[in-house]
């Protein structure tokens, strides 16, 4: 099937699911004694019943439109794969199969906003991700304008293990390192980390981002496409 065909089955699949009640609450959760057995068109696990990483469900090493056609149908029978609940909420939905459909698209963004501030006042920035699944680690910088902002302080977002590194904000730079540690990867949209700047000046400092490692959870520790959407503060 060529992707484009993918692209309007899945997309045609959902509607129909989110169109019928029955298909949506025959959705079973974790602890059914309902189980999984792939056929000779629909196989989704190793011989492990594990797929190598979150949202492979055809065991390809790469998660892709296939995959959220794979988690659709899933829906539709209410079966149920740790492996295709990347909303981590103990089903197999239509909402698994568009976070997947997503990720095959774009990958996850990471997010800096645009702000506006006072000289001498203070502005809380978060780092979101937005569209993320089962994201393991994240390690990043965001830079500014040091003549225009200092950074004070810092927020832990949602990762279990964050570090939040102010050592050199005096020349611009915050580090951030964050990770899973017993909690499964992280999925849909959350902050990262929030940072809050002191106004020294009027002018507009950019508030870029650089990632150095984004990572899911899997024990493969494969590494996730992704977007940047960079930010500003305006300083009246």
């Not at 099937?1 to 609450?25: F, H, N, Q, W, Y």
């Not at 979150?54 to 090493?61: P, Q, T, V």
Request: aromatic share 4%; proline share 4%.
């Amino acid at each position: 099937m060529r992707r484009k065909d993918i692209r309007i089955a899945l997309l045609l699949g959902i509607i129909l699911l989110i169109a019928s009640p029955v298909a949506l609450t025959a959705d079973l959760p974790r602890d059914s004694a309902t189980t999984v057995t792939p056929d000779a068109g629909y196989g989704y696990e190793d011989a492990s019943g594990r797929a190598y990483a979150k949202g492979d469900l055809n065991h390809d090493g790469a998660v892709t439109q296939a995959d959220a056609l794979i988690a659709l149908q899933m829906a539709a029978r209410g079966e149920y794969s740790e492996d295709a609940d990347v909303s981590g909420d103990s089903m197999v939905t239509s909402l698994d199969a568009l976070l997947i459909l997503q990720t095959t698209y774009r990958g996850c963004r990471i997010v800096v906003g645009e702000y506006t501030v006072d000289v001498a006042e203070t502005i809380s920035v978060p780092i979101r991700v937005e569209g993320g699944v089962d994201i393991g680690s994240l390690n990043l910088n965001i830079t500014f304008d040091p003549t225009l902002l200092s950074a004070k302080s810092a927020q832990n977002g949602a990762f279990d293990c964050p570090v939040i590194n102010l050592e050199d904000s005096e020349s611009g730079v915050v580090t951030v390192v964050a990770y899973q540690a017993a909690n499964p990867g992280l999925t849909g949209n959350f902050n990262v980390a929030e940072i809050t700047f002191e106004a020294l000046e009027v002018g507009e400092s950019p508030l870029d981002l650089e990632i150095v490692t984004l990572t899911d959870s899997s024990p493969q520790v494969n590494h996730l496409d992704h977007s940047i959407s960079n930010g500003t503060v305006t300083i009246c």
